[in-house]
């Protein structure tokens, strides 16, 4: 049985922070974007979070031998047919058309779980993939014991960050090329992917997910790490007192995921953008989030969350 915990919703929403900070505690793995692992990770030429290239990191090279006899050959057409939107919303009726398939995929999902949870000795493992289809496939697995977090950063947050690029520099965390988006596309994404994991959230049992705001995890960290432990069942008080006292954390093995994850990790809550953001822009994005952000309990008001 593996005990997986997995952070849902949308990109640039602090899930590598949240994901390292989690992994500072001895029982508990951290993995980034394990759903990059094929894609990113094993065989290619990206760097893990301990700063040595993949190929020179012993935990990443213990991985791989272990998947080194598995034939790894259309994973990646398997991951975006079984963990994309349109699964979220078909579970169950998209694997019981390709039973076949969603055999391949999740037996291959197993075999990475397995293989990461070899290496360590932790009793739960932190996945920081994001996406819904990946949630909906985990939380049936029936040799998974899952656990979400539905973690929400305020969408304007996250235009004022996605209206920068980024060139593909791998030693520094950044595995393709980031282009700067729209306004609306933002919006957009926002929207789907905090809705499709409403609608996983509805699907599991309640007692199995919490809603997290990134301002409240950045702001007061000693409480969403007390939610997130009653979650899982570990105590994070040790966690939420080294964040709280801004001392840089440990970033173990992540593979793939934020940029942040190469440089020195520490709670430095960013509302960068409530200073910075063009009027107009935000009033564009309230416009096109603010009912759903209100549901979240976000309010008009520039960078408050009430
Ligand atoms: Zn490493």
């Known amino acids: 049985m593996y005990k997986v915990l997995y952070i849902a919703g949308d990109g640039r929403s602090g899930s590598t922070l949240l994901n390292i900070a989690l992994g500072n505690h001895d029982q508990v793995l951290a993995m980034g974007e394990l759903c ?16 040595l290239p993949v190929s020179d990191c012993d935990f990443w090279q213990s991985v791989e031998q272990r998947l080194l006899c598995r034939n790894s050959t259309g ?21 019981y058309r390709r039973q076949a398939e969603s055999f391949e995929y999740r037996s291959r999902l197993r075999e990475v779980l397995k293989a990461v949870a070899d290496v360590s000795r932790a009793s739960l493992i932190v996945d920081a993939s994001k996406l ?15 656990y979400l977090v539905h973690l929400v950063r305020d969408a304007r947050a996250l235009v004022w960050s996605r209206s920068k690029s980024w060139k ?10 980031v282009p700067a988006r729209s306004t ?23 007692h199995r997910s919490i809603r997290l705001r990134y301002e409240d995890f950045a702001t007061n960290p000693v409480d969403s790490l007390r939610r997130i432990g ?14 709280q006292a801004g001392v840089p954390l440990e970033k173990g093995h992540t593979g793939s995921g934020n940029r942040m994850r190469m440089q020195e990790v520490k709670l430095e809550p960013d509302f960068g953008w409530t200073q910075n953001i063009p ?28």
């Not at 819904?132 to 899952?146: H, I, K, Q, T």
């Not at 593909?168 to 090329?177: F, H, K, P, R, T």
């Not at 957009?188 to 309640?206: E, F, Y």
């Open 168 to 177: 593909q520099n791998l030693s520094q965390g950044i595995e393709a090329d």
């Open 132 to 146: 819904p289809g990946r949630a909906m496939a985990l939380s049936l697995m029936p040799d998974v014991e899952f």
């Open 279 to 306: 009027q107009r822009t935000e009033a564009i994005t309230w416009a096109l989030t603010g009912q759903i952000m209100r549901r979240y309990g976000y309010q008009r008001a520039v960078g408050v969350a009430g």
């Open 230 to 243: 009653q979650l899982v069942q570990l105590d994070f008080t040790a966690v939420a007192e080294r964040l």
């Open 75 to 95: 994973t990646s057409g398997l991951q975006q047919r079984f963990e994309s939107n349109r699964a979220a919303l078909l579970w169950p009726w998209w694997h």
């Open 36 to 51: 990059n692992v094929h894609r990113f990770v094993l065989g290619q030429e990206n760097w893990c979070s301990c700063g």
């Open 184 to 206: 609306s596309l933002v919006c957009a994404n926002w929207c789907k992917a905090n809705l499709l994991t409403t609608w996983v959230r509805r699907r599991i049992s309640k």
